[in-house]
Nanobody
């Protein structure tokens, strides 16, 4: 069992930056390193969409077209933590951001996800 806890959400002006973090508990550093990690987001009245994902080794990353060049996903396996740095934020980035974990594969769709975090709200004002 892996528990994911997001932090770092908040209110930011358009054009600003924000970093959200996801800490995995109940997992050793070795166990965490076996999980592909990702971020998804869900705006009110919309489906949960893929944002970014990172291979368990940290060597390969994937991004949705809508955030490519603006968002950066990274991980620190020694700290059991994955990060999403968001730059040049737009009002349309406003959503609840969910951390996701999948054993051995990189979660680029919801179907890949084994564990979800509870979500953190990111609001971008215009």
């Amino acid at each position: 069992q892996v528990q994911l806890v997001e932090s770092g959400g908040g209110l930011v002006q358009a054009g600003g930056s924000l970093t959200v973090s996801c800490a995995a508990s109940a997992a050793s550093a070795r166990t965490f390193s076996l999980y592909g990690m990702g971020w998804f987001r869900q705006a009110p009245g919309k489906e949960r969409d893929f944002v970014a994902a990172i291979h368990k080794s940290g060597t390969t990353t994937y991004y949705a077209d809508s955030v490519k060049g603006r968002f950066t996903i990274s991980r620190d396996n020694a700290k059991n933590t994955v990060y999403l740095r968001m730059d040049s934020l737009k009002p349309e980035d406003t959503a609840v951001y969910f951390c996701a974990a999948s054993p051995l594969i990189t979660p680029t769709t919801s179907a890949h996800v084994r564990y979800w975090g509870q979500g953190t709200q990111v609001t971008v004002s215009s």
